[in-house]
């Protein structure tokens, strides 16, 4: 007996054999030894179909949907159990002639997706696709992917064999792209008498996918597999789940330069000022190397329904010298934005010395800015330092800020953190990705990591329990308002936070003295915004999210410093609310406030050691008391307007 595996995979391929005959398609592997491959399932059932229907139906409440590529049709008669008006379509004449037999034949289309769907725009609210995409040629993808995109109201859903999945006879164990006509190479038989044709990897499908007016929802992904037992969805987890959302409606071509002069039209001004400090190098994001930082934000800065005129996004860069054409002409990866972009090179002290210099990041990137308004991306984490390079929005995420701010209020954002494609979780990969930033930051202080690395560890497993998503610590109390928003303390100031511009001026910035070390920068301001007299200004709104990508730690060679930290950041705040001090980097701290840090910085809880976690008698110590930045902020704005 000989292979029958063909050169092009057409709907004749899916026949009984395929789908129901209890021996399947033969295929020869590589020692020449022949074997068979099918579903092997006469009667179409799906064990499980009953609970995915219901989480579907729980996740995305659609009064319709239609199942691409559906096989013998066996979700569309479960939809239709849970009240959905559900139908489907596929190529295969066996298929549609001899369905799942609950499954009505008037649910059914005999249809190649190769060709125009029959079914009108915005159709159905739920669109899925179950191990179809991998069927599908590359020549063919846009095409198909479009018009699914087309006739989906809201919502798709897809189940892809991916690299170190699959569902033939054999893990997809590396990738591949088979084209039409081509002859199948032996050792591929085995994956491809299943009809996969494209076996890549998540990030191959999250491209294809890739739209304007669509985003990912990995969040939902998470939910999904929270609802369905994973003994029913083993070969799903296996291979690629993937959910998109519908955000806006993709403009037709007719009307491109239709919008184009309405964009145009309105009224002229920044004012949203965005601005991220970085030194961190593009391929920073854990499991998603192959993407830069700044795509993530980017891609959803051009999914704003903000009028793109109306806001500037800047990057205060401590690596701009190593990138200066990162956004050379306004492009980003050779795409024009059509938003305002300043790249910024950030000046400091301290980076010469291969020192923090955050707080030069923010005020560099301030001094920049046309808004009215001011939005920080930095991180939210008072237990790890990351700095704000590596962030999400929602399409209306500007829209939200800018109406609360319209009504007086200074809007502040929740996160939801991500390691690669999946939302992370508190599990053993999380402690041990913890332990190494800690261990990385330590570095800078060897004789306080240790013992800082366990006490920060206690913290986490108190405030996670096993396997629970890793959200910002200030969900609880806002989930808990029945308006779903509260004034927030201004103790709580920190990531991905907005202040006007002029109680930026007012304020003069970001206290620069929190350079050379790490953390509370950001608490500091909101201390200090508070007693300028900005109080009871700080919202925090459930829908207001974003999402964090673990990322690594910043370039080594900006950060070289190694050795102990020369005074703690939390007694210089401690100074400033003391001391009554709301305008920060005007005076040089006088001996007596030098003292007070000194002796702030040896107690609890700066110190776990009296001091000795500290350089306060070393040459550091008497460099930063020497290199003390005095500025006035507005005049440093005014140089730039």
């Not at 054999?17 to 030894?33: M, V």
């Not at 929602?394 to 209020?409: M, Q, S, V």
């Not at 779903?484 to 920190?494: D, K, R």
Request: with cysteine.
């Amino acid at each position: 007996m000989v292979s029958k595996i063909p050169q092009e995979f057409t709907s004749e391929w899916y026949d009984r054999e395929y789908f129901a005959d209890l021996e399947g398609k033969a295929f020869k592997r590589p020692n020449g030894s022949i074997e068979h491959w099918g579903y092997k399932n006469p009667e179409g059932e799906f064990l499980g179909a009953k609970e995915i229907a219901e989480a579907w139906k729980t996740m995305f409440q659609p009064e319709s949907m239609l199942d691409v590529g559906a096989g013998r049709c066996t979700f569309i008669a479960y939809m239709r159990d849970v009240g959905i008006e559900a139908e489907g379509f596929d190529f295969s004449e066996f298929a549609i002639k001899h369905p799942y037999p609950r499954c009505k034949k008037e649910w059914l289309k005999l249809h190649d997706a190769t060709k125009p769907w029959p079914y009108k725009d915005n159709s159905f609210d739920l669109v899925t696709a179950l191990d179809f995409y991998e069927h599908i040629y590359t020549d063919d993808l846009s095409f198909i992917v479009n018009e699914m995109y087309r006739v989906a109201k809201k919502w798709v859903f897809l189940q892809i064999a991916t690299i170190g999945g699959g569902s033939g006879p054999g893990i997809h164990e590396k990738g591949y792209i088979l084209k039409k006509g081509e002859p199948i190479p032996i050792e591929l038989e085995g994956c491809a008498v299943a009809g996969h044709v494209t076996v890549q990897d998540a990030s191959f499908w999250y491209d294809k996918l890739d739209r304007e007016n669509w985003l990912p929802r990995r969040d939902m992904v998470q939910w999904f597999c929270s609802l369905v037992p994973n003994n029913i969805i083993k070969n799903w987890l296996a291979n690629t789940l993937i959910v998109m959302e519908k955000v806006a409606e993709a403009p037709a071509k007719k009307n491109v330069e239709v919008s184009s002069k309405k964009r145009k039209m309105e009224p002229e001004g920044v004012k949203i000022s965005i601005v991220m400090p970085t030194a961190r190098n593009e391929n920073a994001l854990f499991d998603l190397e192959h993407m830069s930082i700044f795509k993530p934000t980017i891609k959803s800065l051009k999914l704003q329904r903000f009028p793109h005129n109306q806001f500037e996004f800047i990057v205060a860069d401590a690596l701009k010298f190593k990138r200066p054409s990162l956004f050379e002409d306004n492009c980003f990866q050779n795409e024009k934005l059509d938003f305002k972009v300043k790249h910024v090179q950030v000046e400091s002290y301290w980076l010469t010395r291969g020192m923090w210099a955050i707080a030069a990041g923010f005020n560099q990137g301030i001094a920049h800015s046309s808004g009215e308004l001011v939005l920080r991306l930095d991180d939210c984490s008072s237990l790890m330092v990351f700095c704000g390079d590596c962030c999400k929005f929602d399409p209306e995420y500007l829209d939200k800020i800018w109406n609360w701010h319209k009504k007086g209020y200074w809007p502040m954002s929740l996160v939801v953190y991500y390691r690669g494609q999946r939302m992370a979780v508190y599990d053993e990969m999380y402690k041990k990705y913890c332990r190494e930033m800690f261990k990385d930051y330590g570095e800078q202080d060897v004789y306080a990591y240790k013992e800082d690395s366990e006490r920060k560890m206690k913290i986490l497993n108190k405030m996670y329990k096993d396997k629970q998503i890793l959200r910002d610590s200030r969900w609880e109390k806002v989930e808990q308002s029945p308006n779903g928003w509260i004034i927030a303390p201004h103790s709580w100031f920190y990531g991905y936070s907005c202040v006007p511009l002029k109680a930026l001026l007012e304020v003069n910035g970001f206290d620069e003295n929190f350079d050379s070390c790490k953390s509370l920068e950001d608490c500091d301001l909101g201390y200090r915004l508070a007693m300028a007299g900005y109080k009871k200004k700080f919202i925090l709104d459930k829908r207001l999210n974003v999402v964090e990508y673990h990322h690594k730690s910043c370039n080594p060679e900006v950060l070289s410093y190694r050795g102990k930290p020369c005074k703690c950041n939390y007694a210089l705040m401690q100074l400033s609310i003391t001391r009554r001090r709301y305008r920060a980097n005007t005076v040089k701290l006088t001996k007596e406030d030098l003292k007070f840090i000194r002796e702030e910085t040896c107690r609890y809880p700066c110190s776990h050691h009296h001091g000795e976690e500290y350089d306060l008698d070393g040459e550091l110590w008497h460099d930063w008391v020497q290199h003390q930045h005095t500025f006035d902020l507005k005049e440093e704005w005014e140089k730039n307007r």
